[in-house]
Every structure is written in structure tokens, then in C-alpha cells.
């Protein structure tokens, strides 16, 4: 009387994965598992070492002294500008952002007819901007 000896379940599964194994090598699936990509994230959190003139403007700007005045200025009486210059669009324009280095004024219209009315109108707008700020604290606005 032989015995054949048990099969557990562990050696079952392994049989399983090498006849999923031979499948796939059968049906032609890859052979290596595709690289995954490696990203490296930047953090500053102050431990890393930052360029001079980073550290330098990251300073200025913390203690207040890198505001620009114009900018500032622009965005504050942008309402009082644009009822100035076209009535009919006061409180459907909003101004969103200036950058002082290239004098460009961000602006967000409610509608798109107040977008269409605001490009028609933007010389004029423009200059009466660049009129309001002074010319030596910033550059002048642009479209």
C-alpha cells in the first residue's frame, strides 16, 4: 500500500503561479515590470540651502519690504480708474494681480461682453493707468 503524499495548499498556489507564470510568457506579456518614475520633490522648509539673491528677496518679502507701491496702488483704485475711464463696466471688472517687474495688470470680467468691452477699451485704460502710477516706482502697465 502506497501513500501519495498531501499536497497543502501552499504547494498548490505555487503550482498556480508558475502555470500563470508559463500563461503569460505564452501570450507574450512583458518579461520586465515597466520602471516606475523616480520624482524628486524640492521642499523648503529652511533646512535646505537656498541661492543668495532667493534668500535675499525671500527676506525682504517676509519683513514687509518688497511691496510694490505701484502695484499696490494700481490694484487699489482700479474700481476708481475703470469708472473713470468706461462707467458703463464699473463693478463688472475685478483687477486681480499686478506685477510690478513687467507692469502687467491681471483683470476678471463677470461676463464675456464686459471682456469684449474691456479689450475695446484698453488703450484708454492703459494709459489712464500708467497716468495714476507714478513712472519711477514701477514699470508701466501693460495689455
Same mark, same amino acid.
Given at each position: 500500500m502506497t501513500t501519495e503524499p498531501k499536497i497543502s495548499g501552499v504547494d498548490l498556489a505555487r503550482q498556480?503561479?508558475?502555470?500563470a507564470r508559463e500563461a503569460a510568457k505564452k501570450n507574450g506579456a512583458a518579461r520586465h515590470k515597466p520602471k516606475r518614475r523616480a520624482t524628486t520633490v524640492v521642499r523648503r522648509? &529652511?533646512?535646505?540651502?537656498?541661492?543668495?539673491?532667493?534668500a535675499i528677496s525671500r527676506m525682504m518679502? %517676509?519683513?514687509g519690504m518688497a511691496a510694490p507701491v505701484a502695484g499696490g496702488s494700481v490694484l487699489a483704485d482700479f474700481d476708481t480708474i475703470l469708472a473713470a475711464v468706461v462707467p458703463?463696466?464699473?463693478?463688472r471688472v475685478q483687477?486681480?494681480?499686478?506685477?510690478?517687474e513687467t507692469g502687467r495688470l491681471d483683470v476678471v470680467p463677470d461676463l464675456p461682453a464686459? &471682456?469684449?468691452?474691456l479689450r475695446w477699451s484698453a488703450p484708454k485704460l492703459i494709459?489712464?493707468?500708467? %497716468?495714476?502710477?507714478?513712472?519711477?516706482?514701477s514699470a508701466p502697465c501693460t495689455s
Open positions: 498556480a503561479l508558475l502555470a522648509e &529652511g533646512r535646505e540651502p537656498l541661492g543668495l539673491g532667493s518679502t %517676509e519683513r458703463e463696466l464699473a463693478g483687477a486681480v494681480a499686478f506685477d510690478a464686459a &471682456g469684449t468691452q494709459a489712464a493707468a500708467n %497716468e495714476k502710477v507714478p513712472a519711477r516706482t
